[in-house]
């Protein structure tokens, strides 16, 4: 299956239909009335993401999805039947844009997400609706709203832990075959990888997805080579591994360039943790390597693996050290969650100061009481009931208040009313 990463789809809703203009006949039935039903709702477009898919393909078929039209209404006051949806199923991690390519619709990167992006147009009003005192027979009805239609962009960017980087040639494909089962292309000739290849990598206990990606080269921003499109795919990734050519004569420049074009890419990808290893150790003299170590630790400021992935060496290292970053990323994401989930489940503040805590902004009116039982012990008519705002009042209460008294309980009403004839006298 080839891979597509980016589509262009025409998405119309279905439209409303229309009101039904009818009269009721039926005989030694006069005077009828007005009898007809509404519209039915046109469909809505939704977009839902899946996990049986990992590319845009089907939309370079299939560029116009369309809902459908809501039925009239009918006599007897049917409404007409309801249009059906149209669902848009895309794979995890897609995004949605607006016809410019920049204004984000949805960012669907949980599977079974799903987001309306259209509307369907409401059913028009039949001629029963309409009827009143005044206007017993009206013969006129509602049309039902027109659809919406709009041109998206779909742009998928791979849900993945790890991203690999580098020149061409520097070995990404061949260490993705060594740590997963993932059979990339390879060859001795640049530009092998034309398009992002997805391997899962197990390390000790745990697992990660690992994306090698297309190689850059000086000017990608600006279109040279392949383009730093394929970057986007990295854009999602919560470590970055850098792997540089050690056969090459420059491995300083060649790190740069790299670290260059991710800033020109932007979208916080220069920010991300990076893993640097230098490649190809196999086939390097140990004084040369000594040097080119100290060169690419001197450009980057950090530590520097040494590997090879045709020899295996240094490899459980790199994963370890990428599991790491991944693990604690992982974590954070993990707390995140649940720290939404808590304010979701947050129980609704009961008393007045409850409240002001809960809106930080608010100002806290001095002498509030701090919690509804201190509302509560200081009513004098007695304590409230769980649940309830009245107040209940004791069993003796009122007994000594002048003016008050018991009524006497009666088995009939008779003898309820002569009772109260005989306290009026």
């Not at 990167?109 to 206007?135: I, P, Y």
């Not at 670290?259 to 932007?266: D, S, T, V």
């Not at 790199?318 to 808590?342: D, H, P, T």
């Amino acid at each position: 299956m080839r891979f597509l990463d980016v589509a262009k789809v025409y998405a119309s809703s279905g439209a409303g239909g229309n009101g039904c203009i009818a009269f009721r006949r039926e005989k030694f039935i006069e005077f009828g009335g007005p009898y007809g039903g509404d519209g039915g709702r046109g469909g809505d477009v939704w977009a839902e993401a899946v996990d049986n898919l990992n590319t845009l393909i089907d939309y370079r078929f299939q560029q116009h999805v369309a809902a459908k039209n809501g039925e009239g209404g009918k006599g007897k006051v049917m409404t007409g039947a309801r249009g059906a949806d149209a669902i848009m199923k895309v794979p995890v991690g897609t995004q949605i844009y607006e016809e410019d390519g920049e204004t984000l619709i949805a960012d669907l990167a949980e599977s079974g997400q799903r987001v309306m992006l259209l509307r369907g147009g409401n059913g028009g009003f039949g001629n029963a609706h309409f009827k009143s005192a005044t206007n017993q027979a009206p013969n006129f009805a509602n049309p039902g709203q027109p659809h919406e239609e709009k041109i998206l962009i779909l742009k998928l960017k791979l849900i993945a832990d790890a991203g690999l980087i580098g020149m061409p040639n520097a070995g990404k494909s061949t260490f993705l075959s060594r740590v997963s089962a993932a059979r990339a292309k390879i060859a001795d000739y640049p530009f092998t990888t034309l398009e992002p290849q997805l391997g899962v990598v197990k390390v000790d206990e745990s697992d990660f997805v690992l994306a090698d990606l297309p190689g850059l080269i000086e000017g990608a921003h600006e279109g040279v080579g392949l383009g730093d499109r394929f970057l986007g795919h990295a854009e999602r990734c919560s470590v970055i591994l850098h792997l540089v050519d050690g056969t090459g004569d420059e491995v300083a420049k060649t790190y740069k360039t790299i670290r260059k074009e991710l800033k020109a890419y932007g979208q916080g990808l220069s920010s991300k943790e990076e893993i640097l290893a230098l490649n190809k150790t196999d086939a390097i003299a140990p004084k040369d390597l000594a040097k080119k170590k100290a060169a690419l630790e001197k450009a980057s400021g950090g530590k520097v693996h040494l590997l090879s992935g045709v020899a295996g060496r240094g490899v459980q290292d790199v994963l370890r050290a990428l599991m790491r970053e991944i693990a604690e990323a992982r974590l954070e994401r993990a707390e995140r969650a649940a720290a939404r989930k808590a304010r979701t489940m947050m129980p609704a503040p009961l008393s007045r100061a409850q409240r002001q805590q809960v809106n930080y902004n608010a100002p806290i009116v001095p002498g509030a009481r701090k919690s509804l039982k201190e509302d509560v012990t200081e009513k004098p008519l007695g304590t409230f009931k769980r649940g309830t705002l009245k107040p209940v009042r004791p069993k003796n209460a009122g007994a000594n208040v002048k003016g008050t008294a018991k009524k006497p309980a009666h088995k009939n009403k008779a003898a309820a009313k002569a009772a109260t004839k005989k306290t009026k006298r």
